[in-house]
T-cell receptor, first 116, second 112 residues
Framework: GAVVSQHPSRVICKSGTSVKIECRSL??????MFWYRQFPKKSLMLMAT?????????EQGVEKDKFLINHASLTLSTLTVTSAHPEDSSFYIC????????????FGSGTQLSVL | GENVEQHPSTLSVQEGDSAVIKCTYS??????FPWYKQELGKRPQLIID?????GEKKDQRIAVTLNKTAKHFSLHITETQPEDSAVYFC???????????FGKGTTLSVSS
């Protein structure tokens, strides 16, 4: 199946710094990518939908100025957690769908963010 | 918006037994229902999916059933093995490839 690469896999940062997470579709073009957040032993919560060449659509309760999403090309979307605080510590995971109508979403490997 | 409820939250079975996980959804416009298996710290892996024009789908030891009228779907795992132990998530979306809304997950433990 298609491959979605996500980096970094783990990041530890100090409170107040910004962290960028990259999500790449390696063998297909992704017009749409989705960003999820997962707390320990909890479900995946949809944060935003990232569309190539346009602004991301954020779910209710997700601060767009806090979680900046950029989808500059058909193979790359980035999530930047700005001015990170300990409560932002979580597992962030992206998923992507093919440019052509595709039955399945493909997930990145996730990024474990720990804010000290 | 869509809301997906999943039960049970934990399930313990003996090796060789069957396991059943049930989900309900709220949006009658949803028509794509995948199931994912997630091991600790790993990405969710699609194990089976079903569309609304199909009532049942089977892949070896795994099967999914869908009741559109009642808006519920279930995952059935037969002849469980210890390696089936993981967290299983159901999800729903309005069409395949759009954003998935996930259930809260079921932690399946298979003891030998």
């Amino acid at each position: 199946g298609a491959v979605v690469s996500q980096h970094p896999s783990r990041v530890i940062c100090k409170s107040g710094t910004s962290v960028k997470i990259e999500c790449r579709s390696l063998d297909f073009q992704a017009t749409t990518m989705f960003w999820y957040r997962q707390f320990p032993k909890k479900s995946l919560m949809l944060m935003a939908t990232s569309n190539e060449g346009s602004k991301a659509t954020y779910e209710q309760g997700v601060e767009k100025d806090k979680f900046l999403i950029n989808h500059a090309s058909l193979t790359l979307s980035t999530l930047t957690v700005t001015s990170a605080h300990p409560e932002d510590s979580s597992f962030y995971i992206c998923s992507a769908r093919d440019r052509q109508p595709n039955e399945k979403l493909f997930f990145g490997s996730g990024t474990q963010l720990s804010v000290l | 918006g869509e809301n997906v409820e999943q039960h049970p939250s934990t399930l313990s079975v003996q090796e060789g037994d069957s396991a059943v996980i049930k989900c309900t959804y709220s949006d009658s416009a949803s028509n794509y229902f995948p199931w994912y298996k997630q091991e600790l710290g790993k990405r969710p892996q699609l194990i089976i999916d079903i569309r609304s024009n199909v009532g049942e789908k089977k892949d070896q030891r795994i099967a999914v059933t869908l009741n559109k009228t009642a808006k519920h779907f279930s995952l059935h795992i037969t002849e469980t093995q210890p390696e089936d132990s993981a967290v299983y998530f159901c999800a729903a979306s309005k069409q395949a490839g759009t954003a998935l809304i996930f259930g809260k997950g079921t932690t399946l433990s298979v003891s030998s």
